[in-house]
């Protein structure tokens, strides 16, 4: 039975007169009033016949008709006494339409239940397969994290770096068994603990390798890069590259710091070496240019010594026939002593550059490019050769004399070019300085006709020379380029450059220089 039709059948009961105990409706005939058997004779049969009563309530009789009621034996109809409990019939009814609606709310309850029981059994499915799914995921992720971290411990151990680990907020420091191995030691053998690391720290790096971890620790830094030295179990100091990262949590405040501990004992045993080299062929060079400054030393010693030889012959003539004049004597003496002083200087310049000095200082660059310039003035004014200068007064830190050695180098080759050149008419050396945002720049430009296609490619590469007729060595060029690069963290490049000087074409070499631009104390 559906829904709608349990509502009929409710609507009904309820709109039915009896159904809702309802007395007030007065009945066709009511046979509860006390019967006279005397009238009954008396009645006509058409009225009974006429009398249709129909049995549709409990509140009205069926009247039997009058031929049957005419024999009846009226003398024995009892009187019928009238109800007054009406309350029973209500009651009746209530508790029928009680137990319909008992009936039709487990029919509802039913078909809630079995509703439910799909849903849930839906849903069962839907989990259960959710949850096979997660259970498959976790499998793939757990593999997954297997394999990475497999893959971390082959990385590892391939680059043979030792882990540490130092957590800020209990203090405990964890350090790998590769790490311990660095130091020679067993993983046993070490506590985890971090005066392990710090107690093993060289005394010349102790301050900056705590200092870094402090700025960590304070939060002043999220990474660490340094080098330092650490005690191996035999008493020997082996070199460590320490890599750091630090760890914040949501306030940032710092709770944890990791890194990697790499041997670099074999890389700087062969920097050092490079250096030892680099060094070594600075005294090489230089050495291969003695020859050439002695030559600068003898034509700048000519004409002072030519002055002195000229002023005492006057003296001694003058001496000898007797016309000795004291303002003559004076004169000459001063132009012996001034050129004397001129010598001596010539000296100490060539003295102070063949000194090998690696001592780090802010200089004028105008002022040392001057001082170049000198040390082979003599050299570039027996060649003819004709210096234009448009120099600043630019400061850069760095090393003088090598600065010094790398434009030697330069003007050497320039020189060299412009003597090979045959065919220019005008021998040409420029030297200009310019100064931008945050470094400045320097050109060295000739007009020697430019450098060979075959060979500008490798100027710089050592023991590669253009000069083999004349003894050329190949490291001049090389050298001022590790000079520029290396120790003043600076660029060097050499093209070559078309120009108009005094209205007239030029063609030759141009080597740019660019260095760090530094503010004069």
Same mark, same amino acid.
């Given at each position: 039975m559906s829904r709608k039709y349990l509502i009929l059948l409710?609507?009904?009961?309820?709109?039915?007169?009896?159904?809702?105990?309802?007395?007030?409706?007065?009945?066709?005939?009511?046979?509860?009033?006390?019967?006279?058997?005397?009238?009954?004779?008396?009645?006509?049969?058409?009225?009974?016949?006429?009398?249709?009563?129909?049995?549709?309530?409990?509140?009205?009789?069926?009247?039997?008709?009058?031929?049957?009621?005419?024999k009846a034996d009226t003398s024995t109809v009892p009187e019928i006494? /009238?109800?007054?409990?009406?309350?029973?019939? @209500? %009651?009746?009814?209530?508790?029928?339409?009680? +137990?319909? !609606? $008992?009936?039709?709310?487990?029919?509802?309850?039913?078909?809630?239940?079995?509703r439910l029981r799909k849903s849930v059994t839906a849903q069962t499915q839907k989990l259960g397969e959710l949850?096979?799914?997660?259970?498959?995921?976790?499998?793939?992720?757990?593999?997954?994290?297997?394999?990475?971290?497999?893959?971390?411990?082959?990385?590892?151990?391939?680059?043979?770096?030792?882990?540490?680990?130092?957590?800020?907020?209990?203090?405990?420091?964890?350090?790998?068994?590769?790490?311990?191995?660095?130091?020679?030691?067993?993983?046993?053998?070490?506590?985890?603990?971090?005066?392990?690391?710090?107690?093993?720290?060289h005394p010349e790096?102790?301050?900056?390798?705590?200092?870094?971890?402090?700025?960590?620790?304070?939060?002043? /830094?999220?990474?660490?890069?340094?080098?330092? @030295? %650490?005690?191996?179990?035999?008493?020997?100091? +082996?070199? !460590? $590259?320490?890599r750091a990262h630090v760890f914040y949590d949501d306030q940032d405040r710092p709770i944890r710091m990791a890194g990697f501990h790499s041997d670099i004992t074999n890389f700087r045993k062969a920097q050092d070496e490079i250096k030892f080299k680099e060094q070594i062929i600075f005294q090489q060079s230089k050495m291969a240019a003695m020859g050439e400054m002695i030559e600068n030393i003898s034509h700048q010693w000519r004409q002072p010594l030519n002055i002195i030889g000229l002023s005492t012959t006057q003296l001694e003539t003058a001496k000898?026939?007797?016309?000795?004049?004291?303002?003559?004597?004076?004169?000459?003496?001063?132009?012996?002593?001034?050129?004397?002083?001129?010598?001596?200087?010539?000296?100490?310049?060539?003295?102070?550059f063949f000194k090998y000095e690696r001592k780090k200082e802010r200089f004028d660059v105008s002022g040392a490019l001057s001082e170049t310039l000198n040390l082979i003035d003599a050299k570039i004014k027996n060649r003819h050769i004709t210096v234009i200068q448009d120099l600043l007064s630019i400061h850069t830190d760095g090393y003088r004399s090598e600065f010094i050695q790398a434009i030697i180098n330069i003007i050497n080759n320039a020189i060299y070019q412009?003597?090979?050149?045959?065919?220019?008419?005008?021998?040409?050396?420029?030297?200009?300085?310019?100064?931008?945002?945050?470094h400045m720049t320097i050109t060295i430009a000739d007009s020697g006709g430019?450098?060979?296609?075959?060979?500008?490619?490798?100027l710089f590469v050592p023991y590669?020379?253009?000069?083999?007729?004349?003894?050329?060595?190949?490291i001049g060029l090389y050298l001022t380029h590790e000079i520029i690069v290396n120790h003043f963290s600076g660029t060097i490049k050499a093209e070559n450059v078309d120009y108009e000087h005094d209205d007239m074409p030029q063609h030759g070499a141009c080597f740019t220089i660019t260095l760090p631009h530094a503010d004069p104390r």
């Open positions: 409710l609507l009904s009961l309820l709109l039915s007169p009896n159904a809702i105990g309802r007395s007030d409706i007065t009945p066709v005939y009511d046979w509860t009033d006390p019967i006279d058997t005397t009238d009954l004779y008396t009645l006509k049969e058409d009225v009974f016949e006429r009398l249709q009563i129909e049995t549709t309530s409990n509140d009205q009789l069926a009247v039997t008709p009058s031929t049957e009621l005419s006494a /009238k109800d007054n409990s009406p309350w029973l019939e @209500r %009651l009746t009814l209530f508790l029928i339409l009680a +137990i319909m !609606i $008992l009936f039709f709310l487990l029919f509802m309850t039913r078909r809630y239940v079995i949850n096979e799914t997660l259970e498959q995921n976790v499998r793939d992720r757990t593999h997954s994290l297997n394999d990475l971290s497999e893959r971390y411990e082959f990385a590892i151990e391939g680059t043979q770096d030792g882990l540490w680990d130092w957590d800020l907020i209990t203090n405990s420091v964890y350090f790998s068994p590769q790490w311990k191995a660095m130091l020679g030691y067993k993983d046993d053998e070490l506590e985890n603990n971090y005066w392990v690391w710090e107690n093993r720290i790096d102790q301050e900056k390798a705590l200092a870094d971890m402090q700025y960590c620790v304070s939060g002043q /830094k999220s990474k660490i890069a340094n080098t330092h @030295r %650490l005690r191996h179990k035999n008493g020997e100091w +082996i070199w !460590i $590259l320490n000898m026939f007797g016309k000795v004049d004291d303002a003559a004597f004076d004169k000459d003496i001063n132009v012996i002593q001034e050129q004397i002083a001129y010598m001596s200087q010539t000296i100490n310049d060539f003295r102070k412009l003597e090979k050149s045959k065919a220019q008419e005008k021998k040409l050396l420029i030297i200009k300085t310019s100064l931008q945002k945050e430019g450098i060979p296609a075959d060979a500008i490619d490798k590669f020379t253009t000069k083999e007729e004349n003894g050329g060595t190949g």
